[in-house]
């Protein structure tokens, strides 16, 4: 429901962000209760999969990114830990 008077507003109950979200967060809740290990993970993963259930992931990108990881190499190939020993 739209407010102009406010920043936040409350969703539509039927959206499936909306639906998505909710159902993340209980098992986030749900996971963190029960004290399972690594529970943050385990609800990223999760939620990712209810979002791509309810069609809000766009797997149309995958595989297509233009991000490389070559550039790091001279970065971390340019580290030293010749004097961490001297420590």
Excluded: C, E, H
């Amino acid at each position: 429901v739209s407010n102009p008077n406010t920043a936040v507003a409350m969703g539509k109950l039927s959206s499936p962000v909306v639906l998505a979200t909710i159902l993340t967060l209980i098992i986030a809740l749900v996971l963190f209760i029960r004290n399972v290990r690594g529970s943050f993970l385990w609800t990223i993963a999760i939620g990712t999969g209810i979002a791509w259930l309810f069609g809000l992931v766009d797997t149309s990108q995958i595989g297509n990114s233009s991000f490389s990881f070559a550039s790091y190499g001279d970065v971390f190939g340019a580290m030293s830990f010749g004097k961490l020993s001297s420590l």
